[in-house]
């Protein structure tokens, strides 16, 4: 006998929690493609609280409602320096006669999230070094509360290793790790996608074509073929 790889590229058509066993979790974090087992996210800020929880993480704080944020200049008439909420150090103070600057949490005009402004110019006079550069810490801590979140509605058992992962266990097995860059890697499952398991229920698949139906998203991935 031999067991296929986990290798669904997480690209057919959404059927809630049924297309996809961490589907939850995915449509959470941002828009992600599996090509294999292993994906990057394209980090998308839709959540406040979960922002929130991110900042404070960082030893930072999300301040509601404050209009603008301090970068090298200053708001003038165009958007540069105005937000719609910001980002600042907990209870800041000077670094070379210069308060640290804060992170703008602006708004899309389409409703569909936030944009982070930010100026890192002398490291944000101690922005960066809580934030990460590029605010890469800031955005990873994001990552993990908003997956964090979207595992506690669904119930599953989430854990952080001391490498600084979110480990998420779903109950019917299977792990997804998400690193602190964004990495999401898929483990613990044997089998490969829907339309391989439907294939081994003897139920027709169109050839070329995305298997969209209940009957095979539930159908858990682990799928063995003759020798």
Known sequence: MRTLPFDCPRSCPRWG?????FGPVLDAVGPVRVDSHVARVEVDVRDLDAL??????????????????????????DDLGKCDHAIGVVNPVKVRGQLPYEIGVVARQDGTGYDLLWDFFAEGYGLQR??????????????????????????????RTLAGELLIYH?????LTLSSLGFLEATGFQGGACHEARQQLGLPVVEG???ETKEACQVAARVQLPA
């Not at 934030?131 to 119930?155: D, F, N, R």
């Open 17 to 21: 929690e049924l297309a996809c066993r």
């Open 130 to 159: 809580l934030a990460g550069e590029k605010c890469s810490t800031l955005i990873g801590e994001y990552l993990h509360a908003v997956a964090e979140k979207a595992a506690a509605q669904q119930g599953w058992l989430t854990e």
């Open 209 to 211: 074509s995305i298997v």
């Open 52 to 77: 929130a929880v991110a900042a404070q993480r960082c030893g930072l704080v999300l301040n509601r409602g404050q209009k603008t944020y301090r970068w090298f200049g200053e708001a003038v008439g």
């Open 171 to 175: 109950p019917s097995g299977g792990v």
